[in-house]
T-cell receptor
Framework: DAGITQSPRHKVTETGTPVTLRCHQT?????MYWYRQDPGHGLRLIHY???????DKGEVSDGYSVSRSKTEDFLLTLESATSSQTSVYFC????????????FGDGTRLSIL | DQQVKQNSPSLSVQEGRISILNCDYTNSMFDYFLWYKKYPAEGPTFLIS?????DKNEDGRFTVFLNKSAKHLSLHIVPSQPGDSAVYFCAASVNTDKLIFGTGTRLQVFP
């Protein structure tokens, strides 16, 4: 298994609070990604990073920000959580960009009440 | 607009038989396709991929077929085993790192 650790694994919080999810990898891969998984939607890309301090938006980036200050860590922040952001969040990594599979962490289940 | 579609939410197959999971796409620019398997409370696990320059790729019990003219992708599992019971996602990309996923098909393999 790829060395990907997501923390926390579960979190319950209230609407309007800030939330930060962490993804840590031990593979030294350049690319890191954040997805959310919702019923009827599969996995949708939120943000991704192609290097330290290099990030870009994905399909569903509104309400989310990311930071990558070290190769091994990719943080996802919900500045002011809303109930629509209740979801399961997955981090993924890949060694290069084109035509390489991404490998996923085990997810963070986030509930916003 | 769903660019990658898995129209069968579920599939039930007897152990030892073939499982065929299907995926359709609309973007003719997709040139890399993947299948992932997902167990509950775990992340998706990469199974097999295929480049658009090929029409078939095999890895053990898993074979992926690509029909570019029909914009159709399928995953064959032979023989199916109870441990194959999971949700299967197809995904596609246009020579980039941005994968577009289908909504998944839940496969159940029964004895």
């Amino acid at each position: 298994d790829a060395g990907i650790t997501q923390s926390p694994r579960h979190k319950v919080t209230e609407t309007g609070t800030p939330v930060t999810l962490r993804c840590h990898q031990t593979e030294n891969h350049r690319y890191m990604y954040w997805y959310r998984q919702d019923p009827g939607h599969g996995l949708r890309l939120i943000h991704y990073s192609y290097g330290v301090k290099d990030t870009d938006k994905g399909e569903v980036s509104d309400g989310y920000s990311v930071s990558r200050s070290k190769t091994e860590d990719f943080l996802l922040t919900l500045e002011s959580a809303t109930s629509s952001q209740t979801s399961v969040y997955f981090c993924a990594i890949s060694e290069s960009s084109a035509n390489q599979p991404q490998h996923f962490g085990d997810g963070t289940r986030l509930s916003i009440l | 607009d769903q660019q990658v579609k898995q129209n069968s939410p579920s599939l039930s197959v007897q152990e030892g038989r073939i499982s065929i999971l299907n995926c359709d796409y609309t973007n003719s620019m997709f040139d890399y396709f993947l299948w992932y398997k997902k167990y509950p409370a775990e992340g998706p696990t990469f199974l097999i991929s295929i480049s658009s320059i090929k029409d078939k790729n095999e890895d053990g019990r898993f074979t992926v077929f690509l029909n570019k003219s029909a914009k159709h992708l399928s995953l064959h599992i032979v023989p199916s085993q109870p441990g194959d019971s999971a949700v299967y996602f197809c995904a596609a990309s246009v020579n980039t790192d941005k994968l577009i996923f289908g909504t998944g098909t839940r496969l159940q393999v029964f004895p």
